[in-house]
């Protein structure tokens, strides 16, 4: 089945405490996106990857790193984690682009994260 | 930067009506995206359009890509209650700096009573 899977889908952790949210795609996408959404706010973009070791901020990278190693696996890291950084967070990806099928883009379930 | 309208923010509606919903822009997009997320999920997508004029149907689902360039609209007929949740438009941008990046409406959030 193709799917993005994400892991964990439920953190609770503590201030300053680092923490890895893992993000995987079967779907041979090149491109992955870390979204967070807030009440209010919509689905908001922290960074993506065009294609392996090719990562780029989105509109709210501050206080989250990326990695692209793997063209199937995009883990958002929480070197430092704060409570303002408690939301729920999204794992996306689709084709590169080029095509109009390219733009359609597949969630994970999502990983529900409190920090206290 | 680029900011999507999506109108109505919630809608309380029978099981049985129809449901329409709409989101415009102040920018102009290649592609728009429909999407619906149940509570404690992540969004599916439901339809995508391609072209200015362009009308998608997906079972009940119906949805426009409209002629401006600037807006869309997803219509739901006969609702039932597993329409619940929230819809979100998505649109897309594949030029410039911001090539293939989605720009997401703030949803709707529809609930039908049976």
């Known amino acids: 089945e193709a799917q993005v899977t994400q892991n964990p889908r439920y953190l609770i952790t503590v201030t300053g405490k680092k923490l890895t949210v893992t993000c995987s795609q079967n779907?041979?996408?090149?491109?992955m996106s870390w979204y967070r959404q807030d009440p209010g706010l919509g689905l908001r973009q922290i960074y993506y990857?065009?294609?392996?070791?090719?990562?780029d901020k989105g509109d709210v990278p501050e206080g989250y790193k990326v990695s692209r190693k793997e063209k199937r696996n995009f883990p958002l890291i929480l070197e430092s984690p704060s409570p303002n950084q408690t939301s729920l967070y999204f794992c996306?990806?689709?084709?590169?682009?080029?095509?109009?099928?390219?733009?359609?883009?597949?969630f994970g379930p999502g990983t529900r994260l409190t920090v206290t | 930067g680029q900011q999507l309208n999506q109108s109505p923010q919630s809608m309380f509606i029978q099981e049985g009506e129809d449901v329409s919903m709409n989101c415009t822009s102040s920018?102009?997009?290649?592609?728009w995206l429909w999407y619906k997320q149940d509570p404690g999920e992540g969004p599916v997508l439901l339809i995508a359009?391609?072209?200015?004029?362009e009308l998608t149907s997906n079972g009940r689902l119906t949805a426009q890509f409209g002629i401006t360039r600037k807006d869309s609209f997803l219509n739901i007929s006969a609702s039932i209650p597993s329409d619940v949740g929230i819809y979100f438009c998505?649109?897309?941008?594949?030029?410039?700096?911001?090539?293939?990046?989605?720009?997401f409406g703030q949803g709707t959030i529809l609930t039908v009573h049976p």
């Open positions: 996306a990806s689709r084709l590169a682009g080029g095509r109009d099928s390219s733009y359609e883009q597949y």
């Open positions: 359009l391609y072209k200015a004029g």
């Open positions: 920018s102009i997009f290649n592609t």
């Open positions: 779907m041979n996408h090149e491109y």
């Open positions: 990857s065009m294609n392996v070791e090719v990562t």
């Open positions: 998505a649109g897309v941008n594949a030029g410039g700096t911001s090539y293939g990046k989605l720009t």
